[in-house]
């Protein structure tokens, strides 16, 4: 078989970059280990950048995230037993969309299959291979473990942190910058009504919480735990007293308990690729960059990557230009370092870490203080949370 672009993995990337690539005429071709309704049904991300938001509506992708979607304008800080709300309109101009990436996969899914593209779901064994030739080849073995390939133009490695592409560029090539933090988020998804319509980030002694949302119906709610956590240890009523606990104070926010639907524990790791090619292979999303999710940027930053990817693969097609391509690392890498600041950053304010004392939780606190007291510091936080500008 052959194709322009083959796209290794059917995440936010690869699935997003198809879609582009589908507008501008360009062929390609996704395959995914995981089948269809797996991927479907995968929880993870929840909140859409302003750009992300704009760019599925301007694809003709964000119809049914405008009517399902839930709009939001700022966040809670909630530090010393009360909560102050950083207010994004205000400070931007700009809101966010609560909408469950999962959600956003099912969309493109559609589009994709409607469009008359191609997924290939369930298959295995993937590798890479003439990396560094004008004729890259994706190996395999499709649904019917039949062995098959690919042969492609180029290659976009969008198979997510522990995929085989990035682990195909020879030794030496790469440089990798880690950071691995000493907590993990024990995340839930509950049949509950959410305490408030904007989400609250809650730093607190017993640890960080965060209450998110996914509808008027459904919680999402994530506590800081160990990264070996044993979830069998964690029976709903002791996750509810959890998250209570965290939360108390002067204005303690109605918690309404409710049956837990999904629960499961996340790393949290900070980690960048570099550079983002090599020779005719792309990475995008994941395969190159880890977020902790503490910003809700990794779904975002998967999705800026391949708008960035797109239109390098648009410029070679359409005049044979490779200026898009050799400079889409650089450009791409501008931002992501921007945006892994920030989510060290909130990671760093919001959470407790092992070994520190009462010095640094009071030092969290004032920097708490000073960011939700001072219009500058607001507007820093507001303005990376909404997400910063292409190009910035
Ligand atoms: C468990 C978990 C929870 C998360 N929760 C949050 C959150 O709460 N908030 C937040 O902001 N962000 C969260 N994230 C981050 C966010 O979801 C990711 O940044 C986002 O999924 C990145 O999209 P992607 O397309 O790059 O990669 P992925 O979504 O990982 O997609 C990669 C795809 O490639 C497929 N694949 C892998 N290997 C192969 C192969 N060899 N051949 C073919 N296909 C392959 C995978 O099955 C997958 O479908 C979470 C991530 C994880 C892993």
């Not at 589009?111 to 008359?116: F, V």
Request: proline share 4%.
């Amino acid at each position: 078989m052959r194709t322009q672009v083959g796209i290794v993995g059917a995440g936010p990337a690869g699935l997003m970059l198809a879609h582009l690539l589908h507008l501008q005429g360009i062929e390609s071709v996704i395959l995914e280990t995981r089948g269809r309704e797996y991927v479907e049904q995968r929880i993870r991300a929840g909140v859409l950048e302003q750009g992300t938001v704009d760019l599925l509506r301007d694809t003709g992708v964000g119809e049914r995230m405008d009517r399902q979607g839930l709009v939001h304008e700022g966040i809670d800080l909630r530090f010393g037993g009360r909560s102050r709300r950083i207010d994004f309109n205000e400070l931007t101009g700009k809101g966010v969309m609560v909408y469950g990436q999962h959600e956003v996969v099912k969309d493109l899914i559609a589009a994709r299959l409607r469009d008359g593209g191609s997924i290939l779901f369930d298959i295995s064994e993937t590798s890479v291979e003439g990396l560094e030739s004008d004729r890259p080849t994706i190996r395999y073995r499709d649904a019917r473990g039949e062995p098959a390939e690919l042969v492609c133009d180029f290659i976009a490695g969008c198979d997510g942190f522990h995929g085989i592409c990035r682990a195909s560029i020879p030794d030496g090539v790469m440089s990798y910058y880690d950071r691995v933090y000493p907590f993990a988020w024990l995340g839930i998804l509950a049949e509950s009504k959410p305490v408030q319509e904007e989400l609250i980030y809650a730093n607190h002694e017993r640890g960080f919480t965060l209450i998110s949302l996914r509808s008027p119906t459904i919680t999402r709610m994530y506590l800081q735990c160990d990264p070996e956590e044993d979830i069998a240890e964690w029976p709903d009523d002791r996750i509810w007293s959890e998250i209570a606990a965290r939360l108390a104070g002067e204005d303690t926010p109605d918690l309404v308990p409710g049956p837990i639907i999904s629960k499961g524990v996340t790393a949290m790791r900070s980690f960048v690729a570099e550079p983002m090619r090599f020779g005719t292979l792309f990475l995008a999303g994941d395969s190159a960059h880890i977020v902790p999710p503490t910003g809700a940027k990794g779904m975002n930053l998967a999705i800026a990557d391949v708008r960035v990817l797109a239109g390098a693969f648009a410029s070679f097609y359409r005049d044979g230009s490779r200026d898009g391509l050799d400079t889409y690392s650089d450009v791409c890498l501008n931002r992501i370092w921007k945006t892994q600041r920030f989510s060290w950053w909130m990671t760093s304010m919001l959470h407790r870490f092992e070994g520190t004392g009462p010095f640094e939780h009071r030092v969290q606190l004032a920097e708490l203080d000073y960011v939700t007291s001072s219009r500058a510091a607001s507007t820093t936080l507001a303005e990376n949370y909404v997400g910063l500008p292409f190009g910035a």
